[in-house]
């Protein structure tokens, strides 16, 4: 929050029309009378990725979950409160691509008026990708996932499967148990993104048959496109 209030400290002379920052910045510069100056004039609040930054809990939530937001408020709940607090007037905008029951239920807790609007184009999932929902009863991920891909894709050339993981799934090991069950499989990298060296290597490889699953987190894949995916 230092810097956040450093760069205020120098634009004096040229207030800044648009603040960015993470709420826990924000939330420490509220805390200063320096930062609480900076936000004198807010009329709009726009969070993005919302239903991420928010966080709201199910009512699966475990116990442990609960107590620990009990203790440790969302830090941009508690920075969206604090300005509407002090500007009733500002207009508060939240931008999601999904809007599910935790988060309606955390707008009717803190009593945000928040209407929704959707913009753009519905997206479309282009059909020459073939789609299942698997219910594994038990049956381990990397079991489910070579026995799907075995019996719909594999030995079609120029077909692979593009595997999206949680971001606390150690990778190498999931890659390494997919390779035990015959099939070619490689990591997309976040270096990926920015070395087209790379990430052409990966598309070529599935396209040429040589390469059946690439792993990624859903970051690693923003931006990426593979024309001969078949799952």
């Known amino acids: 929050v230092g810097s956040l209030l450093d760069q205020f400290e120098s634009a004096r002379s040229h207030p800044p029309d648009i603040?960015?920052?993470t709420p826990k910045q924000v939330r420490a510069a509220l805390e200063e009378e320096k930062g609480r100056e900076m936000f004198q004039k807010v009329s709009?609040?726009?969070?993005?990725?919302?239903?991420?930054?928010?966080k709201p809990l199910s009512?699966?939530?475990?116990?442990?979950?609960?107590?620990?937001?009990?203790?440790?408020?969302?830090?941009?709940?508690?920075v969206?409160?604090?300005?509407?607090?002090?500007?009733?007037?500002?207009?508060?905008?939240?931008?999601?691509?999904?809007?599910?029951?935790?988060?309606?239920?955390?707008?009717?807790?803190?009593?945000w008026k928040v209407e929704r609007i959707s913009v753009g184009t519905p997206f479309e999932i282009p059909?020459?990708?073939?789609?299942?929902?698997?219910?594994r009863h038990g049956v381990k991920m990397s079991d489910s996932i070579a026995g799907l891909y075995k019996s719909r894709i594999k030995g079609t050339t120029g077909k692979g499967a593009l595997v999206f993981a949680m971001e606390h799934?150690?990778?190498?090991?999931?890659?390494?148990?997919?390779?035990?069950?015959?099939?070619?499989?490689?990591?997309?990298?976040?270096?990926?993104?920015?070395?087209?060296?790379?990430?052409?290597?990966?598309?070529?490889?599935?396209?040429?048959g040589s390469l059946d699953?690439?792993?990624?987190?859903?970051?690693?894949?923003?931006?990426?496109?593979?024309?001969d995916l078949g799952l």
Not at 103 to 109: E, T
Request: glycine share 4%.
């Open 44 to 54: 709009w609040i726009v969070v993005d990725e919302a239903d991420r930054v928010l």
């Open 59 to 78: 009512k699966y939530a475990s116990f442990r979950e609960k107590k620990s937001r009990g203790r440790h408020a969302n830090p941009c709940e508690v």
């Open 213 to 227: 699953i690439i792993i990624a987190t859903e970051a690693n894949c923003r931006g990426l496109d593979i024309p």
């Open 127 to 135: 059909p020459q990708i073939s789609h299942y929902y698997m219910d």
């Open 169 to 208: 799934v150690h990778l190498p090991d999931f890659q390494m148990s997919l390779r035990s069950r015959g099939l070619e499989v490689e990591i997309l990298h976040e270096v990926a993104q920015h070395d087209p060296t790379i990430r052409d290597d990966i598309v070529a490889k599935v396209s040429n």
């Open 80 to 111: 969206i409160n604090h300005l509407i607090r002090d500007h009733p007037k500002a207009q508060l905008c939240l931008v999601s691509a999904t809007v599910n029951n935790p988060l309606r239920s955390m707008f009717r807790r803190n009593g």
């Open 19 to 21: 603040v960015i920052a």
